[in-house]
């Protein structure tokens, strides 16, 4: 028996099956490499879903990990803690937001970001204003609000009935959006790149537009950065492409690097909508969390991950679409930065199985599409090299 098969055997015996893994037992990681419990390398276009931004190892994260570990690992709310009153201030001057809650996960995010908007509807105007306007094909998460709000008919069907008021309009559609607005609509909750649906990114035009519905309305706009925020597009979260503000901001993924930590953040007008006593988590923002997410954001800058993804994304972007060109079956190729896709005319995944052989860690992003979220380092050296396995074994 190997050691993978005793893994798995372990793993499929005693771990609830709600995912159908791929049959590798991963052990190390090394910068934009991977190791398996054999020793195989796999080049990392995934980072763990978009979660691993440093790269792998990095020693500056490591080290003020294991500080924190020996210092103190939590406290309970009822204290304040040091790493998050630095790792708020981090937080708030590069969102723009005016107050921060941390999570424990991108879905616990996503439900506070709702109960906050539920609140200021009912504060606002009344009992009766409670319903959410979300897309098709958005994800937010596998909680029950969460998932109330993610626009996969598939993720939803088992666990109906939902949150109540609930509607999804078309992304990038603004007339489905205005067509779905009552004195009823508290909030428009919506990815600023749609992730999982298959990397679409959002237009301006339908960015600004879900702005201006929301002011004109008084509807709070919440942008579900979890996945395209923290560095992916370019910018550290992705509704700066378009120099607007929303009122709420959920963060996941990238902001802690690994160490599980989620956030949503509000605007000057929303801040203090929740009061104490209306909002909770025994971990969420614990020191050790906090600290992670403090080392995330320092090397963020020290780094200069921003310049790296905007230069790279752009190569990437290049070759992405030299592979297009000489494929039939891409039928599209989408995406900004360092979350791009490639979309098929069909499933998608046994490529990624072929893949996966050669060395190659991708996601799909929905059946049909290749989703390329590599760690924020990658160099184009990096780009030529997943190139080379892509043009080997994706091309059919
Ligand atoms: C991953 C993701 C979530 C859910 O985050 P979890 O940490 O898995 O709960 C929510 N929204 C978006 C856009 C995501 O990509």
Same mark, same amino acid.
């Given at each position: 028996m190997t050691k993978t098969s005793n893994i798995i055997d372990k793993v499929e015996n005693n771990i609830i099956h709600t995912y159908n893994r791929y049959q590798i037992a991963l052990d190390e990681g090394e910068g934009m490499y991977l190791y398996d419990v054999e020793g195989k390398k796999y080049l990392d276009f995934g980072s763990g879903i978009g979660v691993f931004a440093l790269g792998y190892g990095n020693k500056e994260y490591n080290d003020a990990v294991k500080a924190q570990v020996d210092k103190l690992i939590h406290t309970s709310n009822y204290f304040?803690?040091?790493?998050?009153?630095?790792?708020?201030?981090?937080? %708030?001057?590069?969102?723009?937001?005016?107050k921060v809650f941390y999570t424990n996960s991108g879905a616990e995010a996503v439900e506070g970001a709702l109960k906050?908007?539920? /609140?200021?509807? /009912?504060m606002t105007k009344g009992d009766n204003c409670y319903e959410i306007?979300?897309?098709n094909?958005?994800?937010h998460g596998r909680t029950i609000g969460a998932v109330s709000v993610t626009g996969n008919e598939h993720y939803r069907e088992s666990f109906e009935p939902l949150l109540p008021g609930v509607k999804f309009a078309d992304y990038n559609n603004l007339e489905s959006v205005k067509a779905l607005i009552s004195d009823r609509t508290c909030a428009v909750i919506m990815e600023t790149i749609q992730g999982e649906g298959g990397v679409t990114p959002a237009t301006e035009e339908f960015v600004k537009g879900v702005r201006t519905l929301c002011d004109e309305n008084n509807i709070l706009m919440i942008a579900d950065e979890i996945q395209c925020g923290m560095?992916?597009?370019?910018?550290?979260?992705?509704?700066?492409?378009?120099? %607007?503000?929303?009122d709420i901001v959920t963060s996941a993924k990238a902001l802690g690097c690994g160490v599980p930590i989620g956030a949503f953040a509000a605007g000057s007008k929303?801040?203090?909508?929740?009061?104490?006593g209306d909002h909770g988590t025994t971990y969420g923002g614990n020191p050790l969390a906090c600290a992670a997410s403090l080392a995330v954001f320092n090397l963020f800058e020290k780094n200069n991950l921003l310049e790296n993804v905007v230069e790279v994304g752009a190569y990437l972007y290049k070759r992405l679409d030299e592979i297009k060109a000489i494929c039939p079956s891409i039928t599209d190729h989408r995406g900004i930065g360092f979350m791009q896709g490639l979309e098929y005319d069909h499933?998608?995944?046994? %490529? %990624?199985? /072929?893949?996966?052989?050669?060395?190659?860690?991708?996601?799909?992003a929905g059946p049909n599409v290749i989703r390329f979220l590599p760690p924020l380092i990658a160099t184009m050296k990096d780009v030529d090299d997943m190139i080379n396995i892509l043009k080997e074994w994706a091309i059919e």
């Amino acid at each position: 028996m190997t050691k993978t098969s005793n893994i798995i055997d372990k793993v499929e015996n005693n771990i609830i099956h709600t995912y159908n893994r791929y049959q590798i037992a991963l052990d190390e990681g090394e910068g934009m490499y991977l190791y398996d419990v054999e020793g195989k390398k796999y080049l990392d276009f995934g980072s763990g879903i978009g979660v691993f931004a440093l790269g792998y190892g990095n020693k500056e994260y490591n080290d003020a990990v294991k500080a924190q570990v020996d210092k103190l690992i939590h406290t309970s709310n009822y204290f304040y803690n040091e790493p998050s009153a630095l790792a708020s201030e981090k937080f %708030i001057k590069a969102s723009g937001m005016t107050k921060v809650f941390y999570t424990n996960s991108g879905a616990e995010a996503v439900e506070g970001a709702l109960k906050l908007a539920k /609140k200021y509807g /009912k504060m606002t105007k009344g009992d009766n204003c409670y319903e959410i306007i979300a897309m098709n094909k958005s994800f937010h998460g596998r909680t029950i609000g969460a998932v109330s709000v993610t626009g996969n008919e598939h993720y939803r069907e088992s666990f109906e009935p939902l949150l109540p008021g609930v509607k999804f309009a078309d992304y990038n559609n603004l007339e489905s959006v205005k067509a779905l607005i009552s004195d009823r609509t508290c909030a428009v909750i919506m990815e600023t790149i749609q992730g999982e649906g298959g990397v679409t990114p959002a237009t301006e035009e339908f960015v600004k537009g879900v702005r201006t519905l929301c002011d004109e309305n008084n509807i709070l706009m919440i942008a579900d950065e979890i996945q395209c925020g923290m560095g992916r597009s370019g910018y550290m979260f992705a509704y700066q492409r378009f120099g %607007i503000l929303p009122d709420i901001v959920t963060s996941a993924k990238a902001l802690g690097c690994g160490v599980p930590i989620g956030a949503f953040a509000a605007g000057s007008k929303v801040c203090d909508v929740l009061c104490a006593g209306d909002h909770g988590t025994t971990y969420g923002g614990n020191p050790l969390a906090c600290a992670a997410s403090l080392a995330v954001f320092n090397l963020f800058e020290k780094n200069n991950l921003l310049e790296n993804v905007v230069e790279v994304g752009a190569y990437l972007y290049k070759r992405l679409d030299e592979i297009k060109a000489i494929c039939p079956s891409i039928t599209d190729h989408r995406g900004i930065g360092f979350m791009q896709g490639l979309e098929y005319d069909h499933p998608v995944s046994g %490529i %990624i199985q /072929k893949l996966l052989d050669a060395g190659l860690i991708v996601f799909s992003a929905g059946p049909n599409v290749i989703r390329f979220l590599p760690p924020l380092i990658a160099t184009m050296k990096d780009v030529d090299d997943m190139i080379n396995i892509l043009k080997e074994w994706a091309i059919e």
